[in-house]
């Protein structure tokens, strides 16, 4: 065997091999100093890179190598580091870059900002007022009192629904905000507008009226809320006369008020020291004016609004005067025959007049307190059909079970689909019955097997026993 092979781990694997073959198999403590000094890794750390000494004797490598590993590592320093601090300095002295270089805005980004809302008012890099707040900090203004209550009456327009939720924050709000004579007007102006403005908000206005008018604790010497609302409503009340017979535009926001003060007659309540909240009496007579105002004026648009109105208040206005002992109702549908006879209207508005007599007829289609629902019939509830569902003949002909001949047609249907529910039923039981039976019985197969199998066990007890 050859004595210059060795069987130490990782021997003859050095990196850097000796350059004298005598170093690799002499027998003395040099020789054996050296073959430690060559277990070094395939791959040196990356954080302890090797230690080189510039030895130009190639007989003395080996033995720096020794002396490499018996050093202490020194730490590792990246010569970039060493110079990282100076290469710093010397970029920022030569640096173009200012701190007072204009700010940079892409091409792209022109057009948003050339918008005036982002502009400065008078160019001169001043902040715009609106957006500085009392004290002129720079911040955000103050909302005022119409921006609020046209941020809630908004919200109210759009979600009805949240009104009993959100009610009491708002008059929270306004409690505090309302604190003059002045924001009193501002506010009650406000709502107004809104509520006869839009038609689809005079439901939802007249219950904010009512809920402010019973809530809101400010009560000046011009009055309180109710109060102020009902002078308001009283100034447009008095234009009536011109705004029945001014232009489309006009009358449009004429019929809107006249159905607001509709919606404000059925919510508006007036606490009375004796008993329940009563209705304002003074909004009965407005209405009736209003209507003998609209009738006396038979264009189609003013029939329409008086159609409107009477369908949304004249259950209640007929049940008031009833009890005053006045027959101002029968007066009304006298006058909507007439107009119907006489007035120069469109064919659609003269149907809806007699529709509007014939919901009278059947007291506004009011169920009678006597008949309940268990009870009712065709004859005392108008609404008894109303659910039915619609049945069409070989023709197309519609009927629903209030037609005389529903029970002739309804069988025609059932005959000619042949459809016999009863006598399907029983069919159907009778072959389930009988398949059950012929389930339970068994082969004759299984069932000698069976026999036997009960035979051998009974064999085989009584042996054991």
């Not at 948003?112 to 007022?129: I, M, V």
């Not at 309302?178 to 107004?192: C, G, M």
């Not at 003074?282 to 264009?299: E, K, M, Q, T, V």
Request: charged letters at 25%; hydrophobic letters at 30%; glycine letters at 6%.
């Amino acid at each position: 065997m050859n004595d210059h092979f060795d069987r130490a781990p990782g021997a003859g694997r050095a990196r850097m091999p000796p350059t004298s073959p005598g170093l690799a198999g002499g027998g003395d403590g040099d020789a054996k100093a050296s073959i430690f000094c060559q277990r070094e890794p395939l791959r040196q750390p990356k954080t302890s890179p090797a230690f080189v000494e510039n030895n130009t004797n190639g007989n003395d490598q080996a033995s720096g190598d020794c002396r490499k590993q018996s050093k202490p590592q020194q730490p590792y320093t990246n010569s970039t580091d060493v110079s990282k601090g100076s290469g710093v300095d010397t970029l920022v002295v030569s640096s173009k870059l200012s701190a007072s270089a204009p700010e940079f805005v892409p091409a792209s980004a022109s057009s948003y900002f050339e918008d005036p809302a982002y502009q400065d008012y008078d160019g001169s890099g001043a902040q715009d007022p609106a957006y500085q707040d009392y004290d002129g900090s720079g911040g955000y203004a103050e909302p005022t009192l119409a921006e609020t209550v046209a941020d809630f009456l908004g919200h109210l327009s759009s979600s009805p629904g949240s009104f009993d939720a959100d009610v009491g924050y708002i008059v929270t709000m306004l409690n505090a905000w309302v604190t003059t004579e002045e924001l009193l007007k501002d506010l009650v102006e406000l709502i107004y507008t809104q509520s006869s403005a839009i038609p689809n908000f005079s439901y939802t206005g007249a219950r904010l009226c009512n809920h402010l008018s019973q809530h809101l604790k400010i009560s000046p010497k011009s009055g309180n809320f109710r109060q102020l609302l009902l002078q308001r409503c009283r100034q447009e009340f008095g234009h009536k006369d011109k705004a029945v017979k001014g232009d489309p535009t006009t009358r449009k926001s004429f019929h809107s008020f006249v159905l607001f003060l509709g919606e404000l007659y059925l919510n508006l309540e007036v606490k009375s020291q004796t008993g329940p909240p009563n209705r304002a009496d003074i909004l009965l007579g407005a209405l009736r004016d209003l209507l003998d105002c609209l009738f006396s004026n038979p264009d189609d648009s003013n029939l329409i609004c008086a159609v409107k109105l009477l369908k949304l208040t004249g259950s209640v206005l007929e049940d008031t005067w009833k009890r005053n002992k006045k027959s101002d109702m029968d007066k009304l549908v006298k006058r909507i025959e007439n107009t119907v006879l006489d007035a120069n209207c469109s064919r659609d508005v003269k149907q809806m007049l007699l529709k509007l007599v014939e919901l009278r007829s059947s007291d506004w289609g009011r169920v009678n307190a006597a008949a309940a629902a268990n009870n009712a019939t065709p004859d005392n509830d108008p609404n008894y059909f109303m659910n039915e569902p619609t049945f069409y003949t070989t023709d197309g002909t519609p009927f629903t079970a209030a037609d005389p001949e529903y029970s002739e047609k309804y069988q025609e249907i059932l005959d000619r689909e042949d459809i016999n529910f009863p006598e399907q039923e029983e069919n159907n039981g009778s072959d389930s019955y009988e398949e059950e039976e012929e389930d339970d019985e068994m082969d004759p197969e299984i069932e000698e097997a069976f026999e036997n199998f009960c035979l051998e066990s009974e064999k085989e007890r009584a042996k054991r026993q």
